[in-house]
């Protein structure tokens, strides 16, 4: 069992930035990939980011590209997703995932369920 636990959530005006962090109390994240998604009110689960478990790959949702940077630390268990120009529409619940595997293609983390998933973190991007 792997547990994560999501911070850096908070109110932001549009344009600014948030960083947010995902650690795994006790447990190493070597050898899983680790991915965002996020799901705003009344909206199905979206697929954020993900990133393999050295970090050399990445993949990003179309709406996020340019914008958001996922990144890791291995050594402190540490996964971050960096939010720059943020946009109202980016408001949701973040969710920290974790996997054993990597996918092939971006699409494959579309309809994918993660093996490990944290409780989330509140986003709200003000106008």
């Known amino acids: 069992q792997v547990q994560l636990v999501e911070s850096g959530g908070g109110v932001v005006q549009a344009g600014g930035s948030l960083r947010l962090s995902c650690t795994t109390p006790g447990r190493t994240l070597r050898g899983y990939t680790m991915g965002w998604f996020r799901q705003a009110p009344g909206n199905e689960r979206e697929f954020v980011a993900v990133?393999?478990?050295?970090?050399?790959?990445?993949y990003y949702a179309d709406s996020v590209t340019g914008r958001f940077t996922i990144s890791r630390d291995n050594a402190k268990n540490t996964v971050f997703l960096q939010m720059n120009s943020l946009k109202p529409e980016d408001t949701a619940a973040y969710y920290c995932?974790?996997?054993?595997?990597?996918?092939?293609?971006?699409?494959?983390?579309?309809?994918?369920?993660?093996?490990?998933w944290g409780k989330g973190t509140l986003v709200t991007v003000s106008s």
């Open positions: 990133i393999n478990w050295s970090g050399g790959r990445t």
């Open positions: 995932a974790a996997d054993s595997g990597f996918g092939a293609s971006r699409s494959y983390y579309v309809n994918h369920n993660m093996d490990y």
